[in-house]
């Protein structure tokens, strides 16, 4: 997992460092943790690497306070896990409006940020992601989101609903044989030599298409045919039992 501690004050820093270490030691996950002096300062990171799990975020900050960097972030990825930690109890009702996961009071209690950990650590768990490369930067995109990959060129584009509810497209410079390999086993089929589809977002196929919940039509060869109507079968009734 891939942590950010997003707080100004040193001796939080380093306290809060030293019991996720603690934490990570004594369930086996493996930590990366990355510590920030400011909102600003992580931001300017995450542009680079949008691939933590969880952020630690101070909310009294000088310049930019954590609960507008948390905004900025929740507009972007509607997955990554939210811990606020305050000095002052007043700010704890603030976080709904960012999903936050939950609050640490200070001074921050090992037992209480062991328990933010084995929650968000439950969430990671049923929450699985690609990093994919468009041409400006790396991009992290949960599998639920993704409808559909076509294969274009040299690379992809895939079709993904935004955290709004709005259907988008970004390309990718991944070719479609590396996307097959990073999703196999989710819950993806191959319908044609030049696309994939995820099946759960699939609400009907004729003889030469597949029509999406959200109106995107994707073609379904008719050598796969047999196979993607059995796998569409087969994901729905599995879910009605």
């Known amino acids: 997992?891939?942590?950010?501690?997003?707080?100004?004050?040193?001796?939080?820093?380093?306290?809060?460092?030293?019991?996720?270490?603690?934490?990570?030691?004594?369930?086996?996950?493996?930590?990366?943790?990355?510590?920030f002096s400011s909102a600003e300062s992580f931001l300017f990171d995450w542009e680079e690497e949008?691939?933590?799990?969880?952020?630690?975020?101070?909310?009294?900050?000088?310049?930019?306070?954590?609960?507008?960097?948390?905004?900025?972030?929740?507009e972007q990825d509607p997955n990554i896990v939210i811990i606020f930690t305050t000095g002052l109890p007043e700010y704890m009702g603030e976080g709904y409006e960012v999903e936050a996961l939950h609050y640490l009071l200070k001074p921050i209690s090992r037992e209480k940020l062991g328990q933010c950990m084995d929650r968000a650590l439950r969430r990671s768990s049923r929450e699985r992601f690609l990093l994919v490369q468009t041409r400006e930067e790396i991009r992290k995109l949960f599998t639920e989101q993704i409808l559909y990959v076509e294969a274009r060129g040299?690379?992809?584009?895939i079709e993904y609903c935004a955290p709004t509810g709005e259907t988008c497209r970004?390309?990718?410079?991944?070719?479609?044989?590396?996307?097959?390999?990073?999703?196999?086993?989710?819950?993806?089929?191959?319908?044609?030599?030049?696309?994939?589809?995820r099946i759960s977002s699939i609400q009907r196929i004729d003889k030469t298409d597949i029509i999406?919940?959200?109106?995107?039509?994707?073609?379904?060869?008719?050598?796969?045919?047999?196979?993607?109507?059995?796998?569409?079968?087969?994901y729905f009734r599995g879910r009605e039992g």
């Open 1 to 35: 997992m891939k942590l950010a501690i997003i707080e100004d004050e040193q001796v939080h820093r380093e306290l809060l460092a030293v019991y996720l270490e603690e934490w990570g030691a004594e369930q086996s996950v493996s930590l990366c943790i990355k510590a």
């Open 50 to 74: 949008r691939d933590f799990d969880v952020l630690f975020v101070d909310i009294q900050m000088k310049e930019m306070n954590g609960m507008e960097m948390a905004k900025r972030i929740r």
């Open 154 to 157: 040299h690379g992809c584009v």
């Open 170 to 197: 970004t390309e990718i410079t991944e070719s479609i044989s590396e996307l097959e390999q990073k999703l196999d086993g989710e819950d993806f089929v191959k319908c044609h030599r030049s696309y994939l589809c």
């Open 212 to 234: 999406l919940d959200n109106g995107s039509r994707v073609p379904v060869s008719r050598r796969l045919y047999a196979q993607v109507n059995k796998a569409f079968i087969r």
